[in-house]
């Protein structure tokens, strides 16, 4: 090794590069890293009891909370609303199976089976596509994390803290307590970043018992300290007609869409599935009733509080934080505390699911071999910070209105990927073509772009653009731009997949059905003997038992 005085740029270049397991059957490329290769069977460890937690953490949460809130907004009644939500939580239930068995049958996620419809290269879009939205996403929820901690620290250390004087111009958006709190919550997330996904179903079988326990217990205390569940559980339509008949279909696709947008990327957590079905209870059993339940609580505790409190709270955060202005009692501050623990459980929990894991995987297909899931997270979780997420959530903005409505984009790419896995190559894949960026490749096509997947892509959004920019502009009137937007997420959904399919049929490409393993010839790499995957999982299995802990960042 060289003197620490004569060590090269390359010398430095090497020593960055991601670890590699002992006796790997795969090498770091621009293609290829420990993350991103078919998950060997050692780490396969997520059982379906993981997979049920999964969808807990993923349905209670502050999104389903309120989600009642955004179609009573709509001019729905309450019973409609229930309604829409059970209607959209089974819709995004079945679509989380789909999407996510390309991963628990071929241990590849997302990330990877991008590059098979669009190209080796063409994958890179949809990437730079998530990587976008999991940084804003990653922000907002840590600054909802740090009001968790906001509600802890109140509890704890009481009116000093609680009444703690702002020291921040009105222009940054954020008090001094919020401000503190929100990196005191990034000083806690950032360890968790250094368990393994395969790792994690320990960590959050305690967040789900943590939130389930939080939701219970404020329904519980809101509907005796308020004698009844109140006046806003029997809201009526507010609307009628064609008005009701189109906010019901917007508001059934606006929920899909919340929760669809996540399961774009299920293959990236059913990839660490101990069998091909265990994630399917979760799935289509758990989803469904945790969205519903939370959304059923939220509306419930919502409507008590109003008559406890005078004010309709619908953010779980924010009531927690008007009952410590309200009281500071023993009660209430031991009532406070253990539900900002539950919410301040479920955020670590939530942030790591829906945009850490994810986004890593996506950083770390940019440049594999210097960027694995773990320092990707890391990555992701510093711009996010960069964001300085409170400028969103304080304040109405076009950008939050344009990024709520960014499914737009997201829901053709999820029906390309369906759409090709499924129809056009019959649930076959070459794997191994996967990581290979040249031209002998079954997924190079023209020059390492699909460009069915890029017109299909195309037809699927650009109708919609026009609807959203009106709502941006807040200028919707009912045309016919504005009632296409209101089915946006099933019309880029279906015209992207039924497109793709049909150029794929009209234009085949050599190789487009058929199966072949994963194997790498590691000839280069130290220690190896240019054995297959498949010659060498088992043993590599073995070997990351061993390593999985001492892996280095």
Known sequence: MPSPSKRTPSTWAHRLECPIDTHASYKNTLWCNRDLIPIPPARRTWTWQGYAGYWIITGVNATSW???SSLLALG???????????GASLLAGLLAVVAGWMGSHHYIGFTILSRGAWGMRGGFWPLLNRIMTACIWMGIQAYWGGQAVKIILGAVIGPKFVYWANTLPVTAHVDTASLVCFFVFLAVFAPMLLVAPERLQVP??????????????????????????????????????????????????????????????????????????????????????????????????TSAT???????????????LAIQQHSLSAGARAGTFFAGLGFLASA????????????????????????????????????????CPW????????????????SVFLSPMTGIVISDYFLVRKRTLHVGDLYRGESSSAYWYFFGFNWRAIVAWAMGFWPLVP??????QGVSDGSGWDHLYNISYFFGFFVALLLYWGLSRLFPTERQTGDSPFTMDIDSAP??????????EVANGVDEKAQSVSMSV
């Open 527 to 536: 220690g190896s003997s240019g054995s297959s995957y498949q010659e060498r």
């Open 66 to 68: 309120t989600a009642a």
């Open 348 to 387: 670590l929990a939530l942030c790591i699911v829906t945009n850490s894991v994810a986004g890593g995987m996506d950083l770390a297909a940019l440049c594999p071999k210097y960027i694995n899931i773990r320092r990707g997270s890391y990555l992701i979780t510093i711009i996010a910070v960069a964001t």
């Open 76 to 86: 729905l009644s309450v019973r409609q609303a229930m309604g829409i939500i059970v």
């Open 306 to 320: 109003a008559e406890i409190y005078g004010e309709v709270l619908w953010n779980p955060f924010q009531l927690l």
């Open 204 to 301: 959050f079988r305690a967040a789900f018992v943590m939130i389930t326990c939080t939701v219970f217990g404020m329904l519980i205390w809101a509907l005796c300290a308020s004698g009844g569940a109140g006046a806003l559980v029997h809201t009526g339509p507010t609307v009628q007609g064609s008005v009701l008949s189109w906010n019901t279909v917007y508001g059934l696709q606006s929920i899909v869409g919340v929760f669809g947008t996540g399961c774009l990327g299920q293959s990236d957590w059913t990839r660490y599935s101990k069998t091909p079905n265990a994630a399917l209870f979760g799935q289509i059993v758990t989803a469904p009733i945790a969205i519903c339940v939370t959304a059923l609580c939220g509306l419930l505790v």
């Open 467 to 472: 609807g959203l920019v009106r709502q941006v």
């Open 391 to 406: 400028q969103f959530v304080t304040q109405a903005t076009t950008f939050i209105t344009v990024l709520s409505g960014w």
